[in-house]
């Protein structure tokens, strides 16, 4: 842990002085947040008291050695944990103005830059990675996020076991869900927007499944994360940060980070770009992200042709479990499928069908069947009555009537 605690403060300098422009510190949890409408001033503080803030914080004594602690933690005493609940570093870095990244939150810090942008841009990414030989309890989930005390942790190795297979089933739900509609969004928006399916990076669909994927998992106040984003940086170097996609994405990912803020006590450090030479470690990372689709993408007109997984786990891990809407079930040796079942609706008492390979797609076979046949005799029955009027017009009159007939006539 104190390996963990020397690389981190070792790497924050590099973080907080990558540009002349001012990071950011959001706390979203507990005394420490603000909104947007409270008049109280912000606070400014340099990077050497932002080490000493984070250190008390995420409980660093490494970095409490750092200038005058006692005098600066005196004035600024970190907010209490929210008991039961774990908590969340997370760097967002790129953000196109990172003092105003959450609609209705303050930052609590204002971090001076007063260095040259540096071409050291080391990240928290690799913090697992790179301390897994020295044996510390640090533990590297994915490329994107680490624990920083890995003890009693399996519920978050389970959770994120085998991510970039999950990944494409996670992003898909978040699309169809309605929840990230660009006017739920954005209000007033007036762009061509209208969902997650306009962006295309694979950094930006990445971090937020992570988001996503986290806020599902139960906290138990013991551990604590590290989360970085790259993926604002990435969208800004592609489509510029003054497009409707890339505030649309922003504004996501900010929404997507406060509601991490129910279930987490969540700071935020906002870094604005470093000016740093980054471009081959994202496109680098964005092409495993690219094969990570294709391969998820490619099992999944596999399953739909009828083929199959390998295994109960390949089969769960590729469907999210089918969508809760069935379950994996072996078809034949080394062959799992996702198999079907109805859900029925109490409130509404609708019973729907699921069809696909991960029993996503509701099947409307059955009502499209009953309109079909129910249209069809409907028009057999019309048209029969037009021809069977017809034929009684057509007839002549009998005897009769007819002689009646041709006596008015007369």
Not at 149 to 155: C, I, L, P, R, V
Request: proline share 2%.
């Amino acid at each position: 842990m104190k390996l963990l605690n020397v690389y981190c403060l070792a790497l924050l300098p590099c973080a907080l002085a990558a540009s002349g422009r001012h990071a950011n510190i959001f706390e979203l949890n507990g005394k420490g947040y603000s909104y947007m409408d409270d008049q109280k001033e912000v606070a400014a503080i340099d990077q050497k008291e932002a080490l000493v803030y984070l250190g008390e914080k995420f409980n660093i004594p490494e970095a409490i050695e750092l200038g005058d602690a006692a005098e600066f933690l005196n004035t600024y005493m970190p907010a209490e944990r929210v008991p039961d609940r774990d908590s969340v570093l997370i760097f967002v870095k790129g953000a196109a103005n990172p003092d105003k990244l959450f609609e209705n939150f303050k930052p609590s810090f204002t971090v001076k830059g007063h260095q040259a942008a540096q071409e050291s841009d080391e990240s928290f990414t690799h913090i697992a990675s790179k301390l897994s030989d020295a044996q510390s309890n640090a533990r590297r989930l994915t490329q994107e996020i680490g624990l920083m005390n890995f003890e009693g942790s399996s519920a978050f190795v389970n959770h994120f076991a085998d991510f970039e297979q999950k990944l494409v089933g996670i992003w898909e739900r978040a699309r169809r869900s309605g929840a990230y509609k660009s006017r739920h969004i954005i209000e007033g928006d007036s762009s061509h927007i209208s969902d997650l399916s306009v962006i295309n990076d694979k950094l930006y669909r990445n971090e937020l499944s992570h988001l996503l994927h986290l806020q599902s998992l139960k906290t138990t106040g013991e551990h604590a994360l590290i989360l970085t984003l790259n993926s604002l940086r990435s969208l800004r170097n592609k489509v510029g940060s003054s497009s409707a996609t890339y505030q649309y994405a922003e504004k996501v990912l900010s929404k997507s980070i406060a509601e991490l803020s129910r279930t987490y006590d969540v700071t935020v450090l906002a870094l604005p770009d470093s000016g740093a030479s980054v471009e081959q470690k994202l496109h680098r990372r964005e092409n495993e992200l690219n094969k990570a689709f294709q391969k998820t993408a490619s099992r999944g007109v596999a399953a739909s042709s009828n083929s199959c997984f390998d295994s109960e786990e390949a089969c769960q891990v590729s469907t999210s479990n089918c969508n809760s809407h069935g379950v994996c079930s072996k078809v034949k040796d080394k062959c799992w499928s996702c198999m079907c079942s109805a859900t029925h609706n109490k409130t509404t008492s609708k019973t729907t069908t699921w069809s696909g390979f991960d029993c996503g797609k509701k099947d409307i076979s059955s009502e499209a069947n009953l309109f079909l046949w129910t249209s069809l005799v409907l028009a057999v029955i019309t048209i029969g009555g037009i021809k069977l009027l017809k034929s009684i017009g057509d007839e002549p009159l009998t005897g009769v009537l007819d002689s009646n007939s041709g006596q008015k006539k007369a």
